[in-house]
T-cell receptor
């Protein structure tokens, strides 16, 4: 069963608009964490934001915020005021495993294109 | 800054060849990982190592092996390359503690098996 699901293979957004990238997850663990990474066309993976399952507030990092809805098992990435440089693949990932030997499970990714 | 380097950006090999992909990190990270990335499938974990000489199978270990003799180096080995192993291979590393530490990725190796 898919543990991380990103249902939007591609999204097209006008520059300066806000965009939400969907991510749902499946776990029976009480303690877990969710990451978002960006992969531009150059190929490098860039860490954007992290949300822990016990964090009471939604994570924010500059223009990035995470809309964490624990009961619905969703961890959507919100990018405010999108820029042309935001065009990239975006991956949601969940950490699993025991302390010291944790790994990430990734979703299929969403390709975001920002139009001028 | 953390740096994760991979031995090649592009590699072309023939079916049946033994292939070595090398990954080196310079920040004394305990955990290291090998992923392959294919369109529509995201990143899939092949193997990971949580410390020197320790290794664990990921989700798709068949056809691959790994070696971690030194903390900074994690090698992925394709014993007998096949065309279905044509893919982008990404190496990553992280500190094992705390749990919110992100993984740092290398630039990737695009492997083509003919």
């Amino acid at each position: 069963a898919q543990k991380i699901t990103q249902t939007q293979p591609g999204m097209f957004v006008q520059e300066k608009e806000a965009v939400t990238l969907d991510c749902t997850y499946d776990t029976s663990d009480q303690s877990y964490g969710l990451f978002w990474y960006k992969q531009p066309s150059s190929g490098e993976m860039i860490f954007l934001i992290y949300q822990g399952s016990y964090d009471e507030q939604n994570a924010t990092e500059g223009r990035y915020s995470l809309n964490f809805q624990k009961a619905r098992k969703s961890a959507n990435l919100v990018i405010s005021a999108s820029q042309l440089g935001d065009s990239a693949m975006y991956f949601c990932a969940m950490r699993e495993g025991f302390q010291g030997a944790q790994k990430l499970v990734f979703g299929q990714g969403t390709r975001l294109t920002i139009n001028p | 800054d953390v740096k994760v380097t991979q031995s090649s950006r592009y590699l072309v090999k023939r079916t049946g060849e033994k292939v070595f992909l090398e990954c080196v990190q310079d920040m004394d990270h305990e955990n290291m990982f090998w992923y392959r990335q294919d369109p529509g499938l995201g990143l899939r974990l092949i193997y990971f190592s949580y410390d020197v000489k320790m290794k664990e199978k990921g989700d798709i270990p068949e056809g691959y092996s790994v070696s971690r003799e030194k903390k900074e180096r994690f090698s992925l080995i394709l014993e007998s390359a096949s065309t279905n192993q044509t893919s982008m291979y990404l190496c990553a590393s992280r500190l094992s503690w705390p749990s919110y530490n992100e993984q740092f990725f290398g630039p990737g190796t695009r492997l083509t098996v003919l």
